[in-house]
Each structure stands twice: as structure tokens, then as C-alpha cells.
Nanobody, 115 residues
């Protein structure tokens, strides 16, 4: 059973930064890719960024150049560094791990950007 635990969310002012962490139970090298998704109230869940086992990254246009995804295989953890946060970044952020056709999700962490 794979468990993904997100942390690092909270309330931040516009222009501020947060770093989200996703800790996996067991090695993350078994996953083809891991990613961060977000869901704002009344909206569909959307991809924020993902990273393959080889380290290739992909970002949504809305966060490119502001957010950075990274992984530490030794710590079984994936990170999302979020800079220059905007109110429209407010959402619940979810971690996802992909092992072929099997996908695992974390429980989510709330990020609120407000003055």
C-alpha cells in the first residue's frame, strides 16, 4: 500500500513563497513520475507540475517560472517550491505518484494566498 503525505501548505500573502513536500511510504524510484495537482473551489483538478524518474519536468503555463518541482530519492520526497504566489494559486494541492496505469494520491494540503 502506497501512502503519500503532503505538508507545507498554509496562508501566505501575495508575492510570498511556500514549499510543499510529499513524502512517500517507500522508495519513489519505482514510480514512472510524480506530480503536483491542485483544485480550487468550483473548479476541476489540474496539473501544476510533474517530474519523471529521469528528472524531466513539466509545468502548467500558469506556474512556469514561478514554481519548481524537485525530488530527493534518498528521502522518498518530492517538493514543490512556489514563489511569487498569487491569489489565483489558492487551492488544495495534491501529490500524485504514477506506477504505470496505477495512480496514487495524497490527501491534499491547503494553500491560501491572501492579504
Amino acid at each position: 500500500q502506497v501512502q503519500l503525505v503532503e505538508s507545507g501548505g498554509g496562508l501566505v500573502q501575495p508575492g510570498g513563497s511556500l514549499r510543499l513536500s510529499c513524502a512517500a511510504s517507500g522508495s519513489i524510484v519505482r514510480f514512472n513520475a510524480m506530480g503536483w495537482y491542485r483544485q480550487a473551489p468550483g473548479k476541476q483538478r489540474e496539473l501544476v507540475a510533474d517530474i519523471t524518474s529521469g528528472g524531466s519536468t513539466n509545468y502548467a503555463d500558469s506556474v512556469r517560472a514561478r514554481f519548481t518541482i524537485s525530488r530527493d530519492n534518498a528521502k522518498n520526497t518530492v517538493y514543490l517550491q512556489m514563489n511569487s504566489l498569487k491569489p489565483e494559486d489558492t487551492a488544495v494541492y495534491y501529490c500524485k505518484a504514477m506506477a504505470g496505469i496505477i495512480h496514487y494520491w495524497g490527501q491534499g494540503t491547503q494553500v491560501t494566498v491572501s492579504s
